[in-house]
């Protein structure tokens, strides 16, 4: 993915583009913000994988897996909506799409991740997380969605869910032992639209460390400003 910026040389851009496609697939935008969130968000279906050893199908496949899935991408939806963030269309993902995300119940939403999983076919596909953790390595997860946690706090937000997932990925990291969620999570892995006030039990949630799995489900209030 190749983008545009002020000040940037059209020509000398398209000339760079044309070098690189005769090696790889190359994409140009004239909104690199956009495209780079957008490619985050597809980028999503990577962390659960290295929690619970499972391929990026199976962990769609499963309800709970799939709402919790849901949950981190359409709280990331909702951080790039209130930092001014445009979705771009990625790898034939509309903006438009990846936008009603975060505000269709999760039930709807989890169409999406249904979507991605049918466009990689039956081979399993580990993900790159998985992949880092099978080889002992440490992960990209700081830059995919601990990326997200990170713009919300320069932002004055909150993304718990992200944060949870964060926290668990490392933990694997740490232990090399996978994770087993509770199925009874995936009621609880949700959260209120923008402007909707949580209990003040939820709201106790968001503080401290997020440890555990449960810490998903006490999150649901806290996808607003801190």
């Known amino acids: 993915m190749l983008g545009a910026g002020p000040g940037t040389d059209d020509a000398l851009l398209q000339r760079i583009a044309h070098v690189i496609g005769e090696a790889l697939p190359v994409e140009v935008t004239d909104d690199i913000d956009g495209a780079q969130w957008t490619k985050l968000l597809i980028n999503h279906v990577n962390a659960l994988p290295a929690i619970?050893?499972?391929?990026?199908?199976?962990?769609?496949?499963?309800?709970?897996?799939?709402?919790?899935?849901?949950?981190?991408?359409?709280?990331?939806?909702?951080?790039?909506?209130?930092?001014?963030?445009?979705?771009?269309?990625?790898?034939?993902?509309?903006?438009?799409?990846?936008?009603?995300?975060?505000?269709?119940?999760?039930?709807?939403?989890?169409?999406?991740p249904r979507l991605l999983a049918r466009r990689m076919g039956t081979v399993p596909n580990p993900g790159s997380t998985l992949q880092s953790i099978r080889r002992g390595q440490l992960t990209e997860i700081d830059f995919l969605n601990g990326a997200v946690v990170q713009e919300a706090a320069a932002h004055g937000l909150t993304a718990p869910v992200n944060a949870a997932i964060v926290e668990l990925v490392h933990e694997v990291e740490r232990t090399a032992a996978f994770l087993s969620p509770p199925?009874?999570?995936?009621?609880?892995?949700?959260?209120?639209?923008?402007?909707?006030?949580?209990?003040?039990?939820?709201?106790?949630?968001?503080?401290?460390?997020?440890?555990?799995?449960?810490?998903?489900?006490?999150?649901?209030?806290?996808?607003?400003r801190s």
Do not use: N
């Open 52 to 112: 619970t050893g499972l391929s990026v199908q199976e962990v769609i496949a499963d309800r709970a897996l799939r709402r919790i899935m849901t949950a981190s991408m359409r709280e990331t939806v909702r951080v790039a909506r209130r930092i001014g963030v445009r979705f771009g269309t990625v790898q034939g993902v509309s903006g438009s799409v990846l936008g009603l995300i975060g505000a269709l119940p999760l039930a709807l939403g989890a169409q999406f």
């Open 183 to 224: 199925r009874w999570l995936a009621a609880s892995a949700s959260e209120p639209l923008p402007g909707q006030q949580a209990s003040a039990k939820m709201r106790r949630g968001c503080s401290g460390s997020v440890l555990s799995m449960s810490a998903i489900a006490a999150s649901r209030g806290c996808a607003s």
